[in-house]
């Protein structure tokens, strides 16, 4: 069964990746992430959970660049993991207008805020860095509409979780998806916060 109801860009990417049907987990996800509710995502590898969040976060901007401000926002665990997801943003990004930007510790946040401030519409960084242009006014989150959580099981190191707590209560309104191979009790907690009112998808 191919992909349903998905933005015309996206469905001519993933023909042209050979992508056909979507993977069982795809199946069960993308219509309750693309519906607007927070949602663990709890999957193995390879269950296609990284394309997942790419076609969402698409979905949800319409593949079309608005304002200058970000309004999807990617948490990743480190520079590694950030840069290679952001590669794989632009393999599907190419065709159409939306802007992708990375961000990282290593990388002096002084050059990410001017960087920023030219516009984007997705950002993709770690929690801590993220935490840091949130303070020095260097990425807003006014206009977030959604922010996912790539292999979440990252933020038992405490540093992490504290950030992305504090990031969280400075988001007004914003839809969470978070992705992790198992449902590790420090993702648990977030179900009194941020998290609230979520959905579980186990596979």
């Known amino acids: 069964m191919p992909f349903k109801k998905l933005h015309v860009d996206i469905k001519e990417k993933l023909e042209s990746l050979k992508i056909v049907a979507p993977t069982p987990f795809q199946k069960k996800s993308i219509p309750i992430i693309k519906s607007g509710s927070n949602v663990y995502c709890i999957a193995p ?13 698409l979905q949800k901007l ?5 304002g200058n401000t970000p309004r999807a926002l990617i948490l990743v665990e480190n520079k590694e993991r950030a840069l290679e997801l952001y590669a794989e943003f632009l393999t599907y990004t190419r065709r159409n207008s939306l802007r992708v930007y990375v961000g990282y510790e290593q990388l002096h946040i002084d050059v ?21 242009l ?11 509409t959604i922010l996912s959580i790539d292999d979440a099981e990252f933020l038992s190191q405490n540093k992490a979780y504290n950030a992305i707590n504090s990031i969280s209560q400075s988001i007004d309104k914003c839809q969470y998806v978070i992705y992790a191979e198992k449902m590790h009790p420090i993702l648990e907690r977030f179900e009194s916060s941020f998290m609230e009112y979520s959905k579980k998808i186990m596979m």
């Open 62 to 66: 319409k593949c079309e660049a608005v």
């Open 112 to 132: 990410q805020k001017s960087e920023i401030f030219e516009g984007i519409d997705i950002l993709i960084s770690t929690p801590e860095n993220m935490y840091k």
């Open 134 to 144: 949130f303070l020095t006014n260097g990425a807003s989150t006014s206009q977030l």
């Open 45 to 57: 590898n390879e269950s296609g959970k990284t394309t997942t969040l790419i076609i969402t976060t």
